[in-house]
T-cell receptor, first 115, second 112 residues
Framework: DAGVIQSPRHEVTEMGQEVTLRCKPISGHDYLFWYRQTMMRGLELLIYFNNNVPIDDSGMPEDRFSAKMPNASFSTLKIQPSEPRDSAVYFC?????????????FGPGTRLLVL | EDKVVQSPLSLVVHEGDTVTLNCSYEVTNFRSLLWYKQEKKAPTFLFMLTSSGIEKKSGRLSSILDKKELFSILNITATQTGDSAVYLCAVANNNQGGKLIFGQGTELSVKP
């Protein structure tokens, strides 16, 4: 398996623009997580899905952030409009449900810079 | 509120030294504790611990969990420069689908 795939790997945009980050989880995993990592705040969980349904979005910072999972193999995290304080590395992770599949596997991350 | 606290926050050692990283937690309905290593990229999985007193070992790395005292340690023996990384501890609870709560991480720097 190719692991968790994220795109783009790097994104530079201007304040006010819409940003869409994409994630393909590991095949067969039914949990998907979106994280944000900054030097100041460390790794923060934004939202997670189970079987394509959002379960907990309490970590989503503002209404400017939204996430969708239209099917088991694809999820997006959208920021509209983006602001400089959104600059961070955004990770997607996935895991299975079976006993022994509880480890979350992380994608390579998207490094976002909002100017 | 669930929380995970790691110590020290940073550590500088020389090659060959042995280090111990600490992770304490307060989590309702504990499910598991995980250790990750993060270099300049995504976190990579090291260990998952669910039972007290059972050491998990992988090469020079080992980890153990104490569910009574609510902590875990990660040991690295005979450190190498390639061990330099941020080590993250995370705890999953049963209430929220195994959602992980991460500690701040310990930044380990191994000097030649």
């Amino acid at each position: 398996d190719a692991g968790v795939i994220q795109s783009p790997r790097h994104e530079v945009t201007e304040m006010g623009q819409e940003v869409t980050l994409r994630c393909k989880p590991i095949s067969g995993h039914d949990y998907l997580f979106w994280y944000r990592q900054t030097m100041m705040r460390g790794l923060e969980l934004l939202i997670y899905f189970n079987n394509n349904v959002p379960i907990d979005d309490s970590g989503m910072p503002e209404d400017r952030f939204s996430a969708k999972m239209p099917n088991a193999s694809f999820s997006t995290l959208k920021i509209q409009p983006s602001e400089p304080r959104d600059s961070a590395v955004y990770f997607c992770a996935s895991r299975g449900t079976e006993i022994g599949q509880e480890t979350q596997y992380f994608g390579p991350g998207t490094r976002l810079l909002v100017l | 509120e669930d929380k995970v606290v790691q110590s020290p926050l940073s550590l500088v050692v020389h090659e060959g030294d042995t280090v111990t990283l600490n992770c304490s937690y307060e989590v309702t309905n504990f499910r598991s504790l995980l250790w990750y290593k993060q270099e300049k990229k995504a976190p990579t999985f090291l260990f998952m611990l669910t039972s007290s007193g059972i050491e998990k070992k992988s090469g020079r790395l080992s980890s153990i969990l104490d569910k009574k005292e609510l902590f875990s340690i990660l040991n690295i023996t005979a450190t190498q420069t390639g061990d330099s990384a941020v080590y993250l501890c995370a705890v999953a609870n049963n209430n929220q689908g195994g959602k992980l709560i991460f500690g701040q991480g310990t930044e380990l720097s191994v000097k030649p």
